[in-house]
């Protein structure tokens, strides 16, 4: 594997699954994958899981493990050609090339401005740092996409799963924010690859996904429908991506107990950071339905797989 942006830079989305699930049960196998490598990780956005598991995945497979919150670097500048006598101290050709020296792998989470459809699904900041970069990328969540995320979520579906193939509903949930639409467009993505699910999608007139993340998905507009007879119930705002940011009020796309009773006895899933009684409510993240925190469990044994796979 040479970067990792997407389910495309897997050559195989089940052996990555399977090396994730390998390494989750005996870490200390792989201690000396990253001997005598360093891992550097890049935020230009907050994080909780991302920072810590990638830190810990990193340090579990013994790489050297530096994390630098870009808020505290020099404002880069990301345009070719430009005359660069405003805010912009640093191009990111000298930061990628500086960067490179000093690690085996680079990671970085850049969000989404939500302004410009067509700035942010060119997905600028990972794709000029792969370009500058002599070392192999990792996202930690671009514009676009949070692949990491959804591996770690394949995981802990195929640790969950009663029947070979479950059906999985993907879910809008009310939000009151302009939120990414990168977590459900890779969380589809990854789904329709791996192939072992039948993935249904939820959303509100006017939220529909981006086709070329939902080929191959029913995608229906009313959620009680979708949760019929689900085994996984994947709860998630997004922004509009036809009418590109635009937000909508409707409290009633709530996940709450009432909803996972038209379910298989589902299980209930989030990526976190999870705004409780708007998203979901308390009683759902509260049962033993919620499988969230094994979701941010799995975050360290995806980016270990990812690391391991990246330096092999
Ligand atoms: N990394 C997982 C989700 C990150 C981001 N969520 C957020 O910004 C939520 C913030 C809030 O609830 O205010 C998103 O939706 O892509
Ligand atoms: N799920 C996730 O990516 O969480 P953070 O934003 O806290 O990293």
């Not at 699954?17 to 200390?28: E, F, V, Y």
């Amino acid at each position: 594997m040479e970067n990792f942006l997407s389910v495309h830079d897997a050559a195989s989305v089940h052996d990555l699954i399977g090396l994730a699930a390998k390494i989750k049960a005996a870490p200390l196998d792989y201690d000396k994958t990253g001997q005598h490598k360093t891992l550097i990780n890049l935020f230009f956005n907050p994080s909780l899981r991302t920072r810590l598991s990638t830190e810990k995945a990193g340090v579990t497979l013994g790489f050297q493990v530096i994390t630098m919150d870009m808020a505290g670097g020099w404002k880069l500048e990301f345009e070719d050609g430009v005359v660069m006598n405003l805010d912009r101290a640093e191009h990111v050709r000298e930061a990628a090339g500086v960067l490179s020296q000093y690690c085996d792998v680079l990671a970085v989470r850049s969000f989404p401005e939500l302004k410009d459809r067509d700035a942010d699904y060119a997905d600028r900041v990972i794709n000029a740092f792969v370009k500058y970069a002599t070392v192999p990328v990792v996202s930690l969540e671009s514009a676009i996409r949070h692949p990491l995320q959804s591996l770690a979520d394949c995981l802990t579906i195929r640790e969950h799963r009663r029947s070979a193939r479950p059906r999985v509903a993907l879910t809008w949930a009310p939000h009151p924010r302009q939120l990414p639409q990168a977590v459900p467009n890779s969380f589809a993505e990854w789904m329709i690859h791996w192939g072992d699910v039948d993935l249904v999608i939820a959303n509100p007139e006017g939220f529909d996904l981006a086709p070329e993340f939902t080929r191959g998905a029913e995608v229906v507009h009313d959620q009680a429908a979708a949760l019929r007879g689900a085994e996984f119930v994947y709860a998630k705002n997004w922004s509009s991506y036809s009418d590109y940011g635009a937000t909508a009020d409707l409290p009633d796309w709530i996940v709450n107990e009432e909803k996972m009773a038209l379910t298989d006895d589902a299980f209930f899933m989030h990526c976190l950071p999870v705004r409780r009684n708007v998203i979901v409510s308390d009683g759902v993240l509260n049962s033993d339905r919620s499988l969230v925190l094994q979701q941010a469990n799995n975050r360290t044994w995806a980016a270990a797989a990812v690391l391991a796979a990246l330096t092999d």
